[in-house]
């Protein structure tokens, strides 16, 4: 049973925009943290943004930084990633990841869960 589900993915021109969500459940709904990753072809996985669950204070990777916006849900108990002026090097499978600390929130091997990975193709 996957426990982190993301979707919302696609095709977009450059300056578009695009909203990711995630759904958790089982194991993965007892997080600390949430986070977004991406990985485009022949690169290695990149820290996007990450939240902390409680408080919702949020973190940035610099190439995002004042375009793409990290929220949480507790209702609904899903996360979501909203991508604004995409660029062409955006493109990328984009992950979701969950985690059960703090520490290490840009680190990809620090997490426990992770979602299957949604396509964003930013066409320019």
């Known amino acids: 049973q996957a426990e982190l589900v993301e979707s919302g993915g696609g095709l977009v021109q450059a300056g578009g925009s695009l909203r990711l969500s995630c759904a958790a459940s089982?194991?993965?709904?007892?997080?600390?943290?949430m986070g977004w990753f991406r990985q485009a072809p022949g690169k290695e996985r990149e820290f996007v943004a990450a939240?902390?669950?409680?408080?919702?204070?949020?973190y940035y990777a610099d190439s995002v930084k004042g375009r793409f916006t990290i929220s949480r849900n507790y209702a609904e108990n899903t996360e979501a990633l909203q991508m604004n002026s995409l660029k062409a090097e955006d493109t990328a499978v984009y992950y979701c990841a969950a985690k059960s600390s703090s520490v290490n929130l840009n680190r990809a091997d620090s997490y426990d869960f992770w979602g299957q990975g949604t396509q964003v193709t930013v066409s320019s």
């Open positions: 089982g194991r993965a709904a007892s997080r600390y943290a």
């Open positions: 939240i902390i669950w409680s408080v919702g204070t949020s």
